[in-house]
């Protein structure tokens, strides 16, 4: 069965970076879509990005991101590594939550993702963000 683990979490000042990681386990990452979700305390998951499993014509996965995020945050994937990866620039506040990453068979060999929770089959147990001065 899929596994997978969060890791780069931590205390930051507003306008700083993280970057996060998702490492699978027990499953090859690339046959599947990679969706990156945060809760927030009181909050609904809510999605924030997510990328395809590279199937697309031009063999360029397809990423997509919620707007309060784009233009700051970048997901990206090493399939030698078996590692999806989110980086998050000039961060706020209101970013802070709980991340997980999570592996999606409902978009498996699509050309598309997308940012709703139950498409998603495996999740990881979720690296604290907390963007606060």
């Known amino acids: 069965q899929l596994q997978l683990v969060e890791s780069g979490g931590a205390l930051v000042q507003p306008g700083g970076s993280l970057r996060l990681s998702c490492e699978a386990s027990g499953g090859t990452l690339e046959d599947y879509a990679i969706g990156w979700f945060r809760q927030a305390p009181g909050k609904e998951r809510e999605g924030i990005s997510c990328?395809?499993?590279?199937?697309?014509?031009?063999?360029?996965?397809?990423?997509n991101y919620d707007d309060s995020v784009k233009g700051r945050f970048t997901i990206s994937r090493d399939n030698t590594k078996n590692t999806v990866y989110l980086q998050m620039n000039n961060l706020k506040p209101e970013d802070s939550g709980v991340y997980y990453c999570?592996?999606?068979?409902?978009?498996?060999?699509?050309?598309?993702?997308?940012?709703?929770?139950?498409?998603?089959?495996?999740w990881g147990q979720g690296t604290q963000v907390t963007v606060s001065s």
């Open positions: 990328i395809t499993d590279g199937g697309l014509s031009d063999g360029v996965p397809r990423s």
């Open positions: 999570a592996a999606s068979g409902y978009w498996r060999h699509q050309e598309d993702c997308g940012p709703i929770a139950f498409e998603y089959d495996y």
